[in-house]
């Protein structure tokens, strides 16, 4: 079994930056894949970015254009979502997710372990 707990969202203006942390406790040694995803009020939840758990290979969605960064520290078990330029309409609830299955993709029913949530609220 794997539980993830995320931390790190608030509220900023844009153009501001957050650090969203997600800390992975249980058996890790079957997960291939973590990721992000999040979700807007009425919108379908979108996959953010994604990252193999024993390599460097990660994937992020279009929408972000680059200003999103995944990344995963092995020795304290956490993975890390860095937010720069942040606009009004990156605004959801942000969730980690992990999976075994491999590749990873930006699908979120590929993922089987879900954290709660943390909220981002990005004011224009």
């Known amino acids: 079994q794997v539980q993830l707990v995320e931390s790190g969202g608030g509220s900023v203006q844009a153009g501001g930056s957050l650090r969203l942390s997600c800390a992975v406790f249980g058996y890790t040694d079957s997960i291939n894949c973590m990721g992000w995803f999040r979700q807007a009020p009425g919108k379908e939840r979108e996959g953010v970015a994604t990252?193999?758990?024993?390599?460097?290979?990660?994937y992020s969605a279009d929408s972000i254009e680059g200003r999103f960064t995944i990344s995963l520290d092995n020795t304290k078990n956490t993975l890390v979502l860095q937010l720069n330029a942040l606009k009004s309409e990156d605004t959801a609830m942000y969730y980690c997710?992990?999976?075994?299955?491999?590749?990873?993709?930006?699908?979120?029913?590929?993922?089987?372990?879900w954290g709660q949530g943390t909220q981002v609220t990005v004011s224009s």
């Open positions: 990252i193999e758990n024993h390599g460097s290979v990660t």
């Open positions: 997710a992990a999976t075994a299955t491999w590749p990873c993709t930006l699908g979120g029913s590929s993922y089987k372990y």
